[in-house]
Nanobody
């Protein structure tokens, strides 16, 4: 089992910043892609950003230039720095981690979700 623990969500005013963290633990041999998704009420879950083991990043158009994803492989942790937050960034943010448990099995795990609310 691979567990993900998220932190850092909360209430912030428009234009403000938040930093999300997601730490993975458990049966992990290696981690490939780490990412953040979000789901707003009444909408489907969407990719916000992800980062490969080689450090390549991918961002949704709506967050480019405002959000930055990074990872600390020594801590099996992925971060999402969110700046210039807008009302439409309000959602539950989910961490996603994919990798290998051992030579024979892979895993994909989701965090429990953390609420980000942008409101004045």
């Amino acid at each position: 089992q691979v567990q993900l623990v998220e932190s850092g969500g909360g209430l912030v005013q428009p234009g403000g910043s938040l930093r999300l963290s997601c730490a993975a633990s458990g049966s992990i041999q290696s981690i490939s892609t780490m990412g953040w998704y979000r789901q707003a009420p009444g909408k489907q879950r969407e990719l916000v950003a992800d980062i490969t083991s080689g450090g390549s990043t991918n961002y949704a158009d709506l967050v480019k230039g405002r959000f930055t994803i990074s990872r600390d492989d020594a801590k099996n942790t992925v971060y999402l720095q969110m700046n210039s937050l807008k009302f439409e960034d309000t959602a539950v943010y989910f961490c996603n981690v994919r990798g290998r448990k051992d030579l024979f099995s892979t895993f994909e795990s989701w965090g429990q979700g953390t609420q980000v609310t942008v409101s004045s």
